[in-house]
């Protein structure tokens, strides 16, 4: 079975922190994303990932950026954590080539990060 | 406007029951819809898949979707207690998925 795994259930941090989420997975999968889930807002892409220190701009990238030095490691970075970042952060990794998310991605269990 | 739209709920029914949830959505170029199950605490898993128009079967699922009415759907026929989770719908047309803001479902026992 694939497995994606997120470092943290959950995270308290204070407005004006550095925050790092890590995300691994053991598939060998090329493509991973991040996604912030917000109640009524459904998931959100922040960042993806087609290859190893390759990264491309999702739909809310700001605020965020991304680190990805290993294949099956793929980090998100607050660099200055807001109370408007509090949520629940998603990782997710997928075969197919080329960013193409037409192929299934698997999630990890999610942290859910609050800032205060 | 967001561009997949679907009721958040939630949506209580007795166990046995058939459950319904739809998404519609406005970008015409979307051609892959997938409906993915998220239980409480945890991350979504997929559920099922569609390619362009038609219906899908597995299980007590069937995906419906409905191009010319950018229609989907998900039913789910004797429902049971461990379906209660919430369902997201997902399309795309490329690289990314848009998800709809996802349905809570409760099926009592």
């Known amino acids: 079975d694939v497995k994606v795994t997120q470092s943290s259930r959950y995270l308290v941090k204070r407005t004006g922190e550095k925050v790092f989420l890590e995300c691994v997975q053991d598939?060998?999968?090329?493509?991973m994303f991040w996604y912030r889930q917000d109640p009524g807002l459904g998931l959100r892409l922040i960042y993806f990932s087609y290859d190893v220190k390759m990264k491309e701009k999702g739909d809310i990238p700001e605020g965020y950026s991304v680190s990805r030095e290993k294949k099956e490691r793929f980090s998100l970075i607050l660099e200055s954590a807001s109370t408007n970042q509090t949520s629940m952060y998603l990782c997710?990794?997928?075969?197919?080539?080329?960013?193409?998310?037409?192929?299934?991605?698997?999630f990890g269990p999610g942290t859910r990060l609050t800032v205060l | 406007q967001k561009e997949v739209e679907q009721d958040p709920g939630p949506l209580s029914v007795p166990e046995g029951a058939i459950v319904s949830l739809n998404c519609t959505y406005s970008n015409s170029a979307f051609q892959y819809f997938m409906w993915y199950r998220q239980y409480s605490r945890k991350g979504p898993e997929l559920l099922m898949y569609t390619y362009s128009s038609g219906n899908k079967e597995d299980g007590r699922f069937t995906a419906q979707v409905d191009k010319s009415s950018k229609y989907i759907s998900l039913f789910i026929r004797d429902s049971q207690p461990s379906d209660s989770a919430t369902y997201l719908c997902?399309?795309?047309?490329?690289?990314?998925?848009?998800f709809g803001a996802g349905t809570t479902v409760t099926v009592r026992a």
């Open positions: 997902a399309m795309s047309a490329g690289y990314k998925l848009s």
């Open positions: 997710a990794s997928s075969l197919s080539e080329a960013g193409a998310s037409t192929d299934t991605q698997y």
């Open positions: 598939m060998d999968h090329e493509n």
